[in-house]
């Protein structure tokens, strides 16, 4: 079975550095996605946080590895431009949650790139995508790697 899933910046960030707590389940669950969507609003969040963290190398490191993984395709960044009003309506309907922080446009295209891959899979450690509904019908996002 072809498991399609959403990146989000914190799954790759500690799928990427090994010192992280979490990276080996990070490790398995992307060994049971088929194919992961990375927009690139979290590429860029990628790139900024492991820059600030780790430096550029590193950065530039983590971008050969999803460059690596586009050109077998097992991993894709699309182009968002077509989502990108489902994502702000998805942002607008969620404003005053999280006690009014919201879930941000990057979250917001990752649930808009969801319903685009008919998919609920999200490669995340971000909680607030428990009160998040799919665009799909499907009742919940499953969250990877806390819901293998």
């Not at 498991?3 to 979490?22: E, K, P, Q, W």
């Not at 649930?111 to 919940?140: E, I, K, Q, S, W």
């Amino acid at each position: 079975m072809s498991l399609v899933a959403i990146a989000d910046t914190n799954a790759l960030y500690r799928l990427l550095d090994t010192n992280l707590s979490g990276h080996q389940e990070h490790k398995k669950a992307l060994a049971a996605i088929s194919h992961l969507v990375i927009s690139p609003m979290v590429l860029a969040e990628l790139d900024y946080l492991i820059t600030a963290r780790a430096g550029t190398r590193k950065a530039l490191a983590a971008a050969r590895f999803i460059e690596r993984n586009t050109a077998t395709r097992r991993f894709e960044v699309p182009a968002v431009s077509a989502h990108l009003s489902t994502a702000i309506a998805v942002a607008e309907g969620y404003a005053d949650a999280d006690g009014g922080k919201g879930i941000g446009l990057a979250d917001a295209m990752n649930v808009a790139l969801a319903a685009a891959c008919r998919t609920n899979a999200m490669f995340t450690t971000d909680r607030h995508f428990r009160m998040v509904r799919p665009l799909t019908g499907h009742p919940a996002f499953r969250l990877l790697p806390d819901d293998l």
